[in-house]
């Protein structure tokens, strides 16, 4: 489908995603420390393959399935960090010996972190798959940068002199860290202070970061917050603001009751969400598509439309208006002029003529058809016995559908004259008791 990430990319992606992150906490450190690990050679080796295939990936395969040439775009700026990427800075490391180069040079592997930017891809990805609540996503991306910087901070202090050689490599990250959180977050205990000018500098400079970065956490942290059951808040307000109103007019208690009740319905079944506005905004092929599948439920349900032809299906699905009743409303009254039909896609119904129930009508069954196809005033009374989930049809739309499609016509006409039939027995019996 074209618009779609390629799996490839998502793979690939996703992998270089991995290493990145390992990089971003293994290479400071490793500068810090001055740490080698057994397969420091083959390990740059291997990354820096990885690497270059990257820029292979990004110049070749598009990030989406598209006519687009991917390497246009990457050509313009990304492509140059990524050649730096590439390098195998711990392979000079081996044969230079002079100390000053050497220091350059380790600090040169940091370019590898260049690579960082791609998160963004397989975060993007991760957000589109809707598999976690936003907000939670979010504040879990928060707190990756957050650890990130302050993993940078608490590397750099050390780098400044703040390395105690009677402690273990991982006490003296464990103070720094500490450290780094400390004046971060504006807590500033002092316990842990700088004792040279460069460590003033370093701190004066992460004590400026930190206000900024503190203010942007907090703040983004409270709306994100505010926002983890955004669909439950929403709701909760729009309740709360129906409820100040009922209660201002002075509504009798049974109706504010019964609005309640639709209300708590409605959450229960679709999380407050109505369903025509969300299809509102969509294009009409993406809204086919979600509406199809919205009623999937109602066209498998309803035996006409069993064996009707797609488009047939396609013109109804987007014209099925979803309705709401509560127990006990009424739906159809009789003798009044209709102009709609109804599909039940979950609920109860009773047929009343005359002041009597003569039927019961329930999930994937259909009325109203009879005013629309006789153009007569509604035959009998429909009231919902539950809550029920219908769908409406309109006249208009219905003529226009029968006009094109006589065998949905043709099915509906002979439930109709049962029915028409059925009534006409029911008066006749009505009438002979008089
Ligand atoms: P309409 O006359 O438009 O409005 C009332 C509806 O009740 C009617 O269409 C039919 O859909 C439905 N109805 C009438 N009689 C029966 C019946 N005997 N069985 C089921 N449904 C009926």
Redesign the pocket.
Known sequence: MPGTKSNIRIFWDFLVFIITIYLAIVIPLQIVFNIRSDYYVINSIIISVIFLVDIFVNFFVPEYKSNEKPYKKYLRFWFWLDILTVIPFELFEIVIKEISILRIIRVLRLARLFKLYKIKYSISFIKSKNIFNPAILRMIILGFWMFLILHFISCGWIVVGKYDSNLTNSENYLRAFYWALTTVSTIGYGDITPSNNVQIIFTICVQLVGVGMYGFIIGNISSLLANVDIARRQFQEKLDKINIFLKYRNIPYRLQEKINEYYSYLWQTRKGYDEISVLEDLPLPIKIELSTFLHKEIIEKVPIFKGANQSIIRRIILNLIPVVFTPGDYI?V?GEI?NE?FFISKGEVE?I?KGQR??T?RDGQ???????LLS?P?????RAITFCDMYMLDRETFNNIIKQFPSFEKSIQIL?EE??K??DK?HKSMWDKG
């Open positions: 159809v009789e209709g039909m047929v003529v003569i039927t009508l259909f009325f109203g058809e009879i005013a629309l007569v509604r035959t009998a009374s429909v109709a029915r028409s059925e009534l029911i």
